[in-house]
């Protein structure tokens, strides 16, 4: 999967907590996307990202999450006051510079919310 | 709206057999991307195939763009093949993002 971290691979929160799941993308890529899997369904894109912009949100739930990709480091996408259904994989993929090329994707983040 | 349909949903081999995996589309794509889930969650590239024909292994796609489908093939299939097949597409006109179907459930028994 061509180098995509993603950390951490598992998290579990209690309800009322915040997660933070960070991604760094192949070395060289300026473009992030992250993706959900909800239990036994596909994936659903939610944002994607260049460095310091936002450019499409349009999957991201009008509350409680965020996604940021700053100069330096990696892209973090923070969900606050979890609930039970944000329990999921969350996934994270780049690409290089010419926007429409092949993804790649990190091995996933998966929440459990308690 | 943009829609990715995959068939079959699920599929059930013995090992040794072949199979090939559908992937319709309704409109026209600047990206098409085959993938495998496997049995552990890891979400591994197969085929970058917006159109012609690729191999790899025991693997093989194609993709009609003209005909909006893509199909994916293989053979002599192994219970390492077990997993779940995603199709994923970029729509010209429609951001950078992917589309994914609902995926095809393969199930390879020894």
């Known amino acids: 999967n061509a180098g995509v971290m993603q950390n951490p691979r598992h998290l579990v929160r209690r309800r009322g907590q915040e997660a933070r799941l960070r991604c760094s993308p192949v070395k060289g890529h300026s473009h992030v996307y992250w993706y959900r899997q909800l239990p036994e369904e596909g994936l659903k894109f939610m944002v994607y990202l260049q460095k310091e912009n936002i450019i499409d949100e349009s999957g991201m739930p009008k509350e409680r999450f965020s996604a940021e990709f700053p100069k330096e480091g990696p892209s973090i996408l923070r969900i606050q006051q979890v609930v039970r259904g944000d329990s999921a994989a969350y996934f994270c993929?780049?690409?290089?510079?010419?926007?429409?090329?092949?993804?790649?994707f990190g091995e996933g983040s998966r929440l459990t919310v308690l | 709206g943009i829609q990715v349909e995959q068939s079959p949903p699920d599929l059930i081999l013995q090992e040794g057999a072949n199979s090939t995996l559908r992937c319709n589309f309704s409109?026209?794509?600047?990206?098409l991307q085959w993938f495998h889930q496997n049995p552990w969650g890891q979400l591994i590239n197969l085929f970058y195939?917006?159109?012609g024909t690729k191999q790899n292994g025991r693997l093989s796609a194609t993709t009609v763009a003209t005909e909006r489908y893509s199909l994916l093939y293989i053979s002599s299939s192994q219970t390492t093949d077990s997993g779940v097949y995603f199709c994923a597409v970029g729509f010209q006109g429609g951001s950078e993002k992917l589309v994914f179907g609902k995926g095809t459930k393969l199930t390879v028994n020894p």
């Open positions: 195939i917006p159109s």
């Open positions: 993929a780049s690409s290089p510079i010419t926007n429409t090329g092949e993804l790649f």
């Open positions: 409109d026209s794509v600047n990206n």
